[in-house]
Each structure stands twice: as structure tokens, then as C-alpha cells.
């Protein structure tokens, strides 16, 4: 028997590894709905070649070549926020919530409301609303599976049935391709230059994120989320090669991982086939031919971002919506050239310091030596001081 999906962002580089893994298996897969926001002559070849039942692009001003692109086919064509949501409402069995940025809000709180199975790419949506996202979920018993490599890969490897084990989640991230450059550089970056990430091939936005690492910082967020973890529980360590995933440390001290090549079609099959398995033609690890695994503290003092997130996931409230909202305005700004790569984060921290009075600032680096209190070397850094500390600590 065939299950039902819908692909939100269908002509993204999340929705287009999905559309190649359900490609190679059509008869498994009965395609409801693909949407994207302009390019409907993207969406109207996607929407022939997987058979869908509906196309819909979110701007209405794409609507009349969706519609001439599918004429004949049998397809219906729909545009605008309203569709994108119907879009999602349809009857499909799970979800690929692949929008980038809050625009996927509201499809995805639609689909996550009649109890789908939700694989989840569109991290903002976490970020800015996790609280109505998740309640929502427990009360319609939708699952949320993510696809976010580092939170699929601790999905993989949390106790669910026992969060009590669990001591810290440490998040991997691959540094970006900024990881060693200095504040000048980083000061006349280029659009291109932010989004040529040394190991994933993904959409402008999540690239400029992955630069700056607010995008680490919006995981954090989105992990809490997903995961009965808080804050403190929480660390980040930079790991160029891409390759071990995520950790989960247990109070034993036991720390599991998961590993992989860096390819989304692998957290993506992960989604699709839970909870079983599926087979990808993912490049197979080769540890051997990798050589070396590094691993290293994230600069919160060249990286602000990161620190600017963890401020707004202890605050909570409205910060990390505000966050959110600022970075998404920020980073089109960035892309269409209007502002620098450093105006990203100064922007941000500039929108968080008038909701709440200021003090965000970059932190010193938050360990003193490699050694916790018991004298064990540390895996990651400890975490930023509590927010009522923070302005104490103010350095401007
Ligand atoms: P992308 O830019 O390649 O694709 C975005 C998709 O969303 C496109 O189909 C686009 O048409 C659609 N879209 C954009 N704005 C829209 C709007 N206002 N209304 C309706 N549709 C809109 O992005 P991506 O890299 O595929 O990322 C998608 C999401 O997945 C993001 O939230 C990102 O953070 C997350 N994610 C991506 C990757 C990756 O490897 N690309 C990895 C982890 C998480
Ligand atoms: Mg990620």
C-alpha cells in the first residue's frame, strides 16, 4: 500500500532530496500536495513527474504560469497563505515542512493540528512558535520527526522512554565557511562568499545562517523543543568534517553519537521510512578515508549570533520569536546587499536589547579550562551564564 505525502517547499533543496528519495520508489508514495513560493515552473515539473494532486505557489503572482504550466494535466493549481495551509490540511499520511523561515508557521501548525506525521525541516517554525507547535502536537498526537541532521541524528540516539538518563545533548557544527576567518574578513563577506559552505549544499538562507551560526543558534532552540532538555543541558562543539551528527552524553558518562556523510537524503529517509528503515544511495561512511575527526570550541567572541540565541532560549518569551523575525529581515538584507555580514548579528542584538532593556553582548569564552568541577576533561563548553547574570557581565 502506498502512503500519502505532501512536500512543503517543494523546489528547496530539502524538498528536492525528498522528491529524489520517493522518486526511486514511486509506487510507495501517493503524492497530495507540492507548493513553493515563485517558481512555478519548478513546481508545475515536480507536481508532473510525482503525480500530485495539487500545486500551489504561496505568491499569488506566480498563479496564472502555474496554472498555464499545468493546464491539461489534471492537477489543481491554487496560490496565496490560505492555499498553503489547505495544502497541508490534505489528507496525506506525513508532512515534509521543507518552507524556509516563519512562512512555514503556519502550513505546518495546520498539518501538525490534524495529527500528521511531521518531518520536520523547517526549524524557524520551532524557533519562533515551539510552544503552540508542540502543545499542539500532544493534542492531536501528531509525531514530529526531525530532519535537521543534528536533531535527527538525536532522535536517533535519546532515550525517549527515559529523558531522566540523559545529562547534556551536544549539538555538532561544522563551523561554516568562516570557521577561521578573522573579523575583517568575516566584516567584507560577500553573498557568495557566506553561502559557499565547505560541506552541505543548501538553500541562501540556512547557508548565511551556517556562516554567522545563528543557525546553531536557532538548533538550540529547536532542540529544546524537541527534546525534554533545557539550556544548561545544552552545548554546542564545532566539528568541521560534518560527519559525527549530534551527542547524547547519559549520566553514566556513556556519550552516544550517530554518524553519517554529510547527505540530507540520509536524515530525510530516516523521516520517510520511521519507524522502519529505508536504503538511500547515500555515499557509505569510510572512516578510514576521512582519517581524522576534529573537533573544537565555538568562538561565541568572532560568532555572536550563537551567543545571541542562547540568550533568547534563557529568557524565553517572545525572545527567540523576536530573534527569529530579526535574523530572517537581517539575512535578506545581507543577500540583496543592503547591509554586512557583521550587521547580521548587530541587527539582532540591537532588536533583543529594546525588547528587554539590553546587555546582549558576545560573551568571554564560557569554560575556564578543559576540566569540570570533578576534574573530567570537558567534551563541550559549559553554558552561558543565567540571564540575570548576564548584564553583570556586560562588556560594551
Ligand atoms: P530553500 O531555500 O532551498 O527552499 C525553500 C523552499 O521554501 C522553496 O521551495 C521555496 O519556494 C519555499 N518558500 C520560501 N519562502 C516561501 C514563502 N514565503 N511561502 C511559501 N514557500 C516559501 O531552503 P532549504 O535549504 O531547503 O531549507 C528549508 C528548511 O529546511 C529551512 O527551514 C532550513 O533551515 C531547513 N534545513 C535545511 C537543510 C538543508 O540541507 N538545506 C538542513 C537542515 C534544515
Ligand atoms: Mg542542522
Known sequence: MSRGITILGATGSVGQSTLDLIGRA?????????????????????????????????????????????????????????????????????VMSAIVGAAGLAPTLAAVRRGAVIALANKESLV???????????????????????????????????????????????????????????????????????????????????????????????????????????????????????????????????????????PIAYTLAHPERMATPCKRLNLAEIGKLEFEEPDLERFPAL??????????????????????????AFLAGEIGFLDIAALVRDVLDALDGGGHHVPHRPHRAGLDDHGRPRLVPLQRAAPRDRRARRVH
Not at 551567543?307 to 535578506?332: C, F, H, K
Open 26 to 94: 514511486p509506487d510507495d508514495w501517493h503524492v497530495h500536495a507540492v507548493t513553493a513560493n515563485t517558481d512555478a515552473v519548478a513546481l508545475a515539473a515536480i507536481a508532473r513527474a510525482c503525480n500530485a494532486e495539487l500545486a500551489v505557489v504561496g505568491d499569488h503572482g506566480a498563479y496564472q504560469d502555474l496554472k498555464a504550466a499545468l493546464s491539461g494535466s489534471g492537477i489543481a493549481v491554487a496560490s496565496g497563505k490560505a492555499a498553503l495551509v489547505e495544502a497541508a490540511e490534505r489528507p496525506a499520511d506525513i
Open 128 to 266: 519562533c512558535a515551539g510552544d503552540i507547535v508542540t502543545a499542539a502536537a500532544r493534542q492531536s498526537g501528531a509525531r514530529l520527526l526531525p530532519v535537521d541532521s543534528e536533531h535527527n541524528a538525536i532522535y536517533q540516539i535519546f532515550d525517549h522512554d527515559h529523558p531522566e538518563r540523559v545529562a547534556r545533548v551536544i549539538l555538532t557544527a561544522s563551523g561554516g565557511p568562516f570557521r577561521k576567518a578573522s573579523v575583517e574578513a568575516m566584516r567584507a563577506a560577500t553573498p557568495g562568499q557566506a553561502c559557499n559552505h565547505p560541506v552541505w549544499s543548501m538553500g541562501a538562507k540556512i547557508s548565511v545562517d551556517s556562516a554567522t551560526m545563528m543557525n546553531k543558534g536557532l538548533e538550540l532552540i529547536e532542540a529544546h523543543h524537541l527534546f525534554p532538555v533545557s539550556a544548561d543541558q545544552l552545548g554546542v562543539i564545532v566539528h568541521p568534517q560534518s560527519v559525527v551528527h549530534s551527542f547524547v552524553e547519559y549520566i553514566d558518562g556513556s556519550v552516544l553519537a550517530q554518524l553519517g556523510t554529510p547527505d540530507m537524503r540520509t
Open 307 to 332: 551567543g545571541l540565541a542562547w540568550d533568547a532560549l534563557r529568557t524565553g518569551g517572545a525572545m527567540p520569536t523576536a530573534l527569529n523575525a530579526a535574523n530572517e529581515v537581517a539575512v535578506a
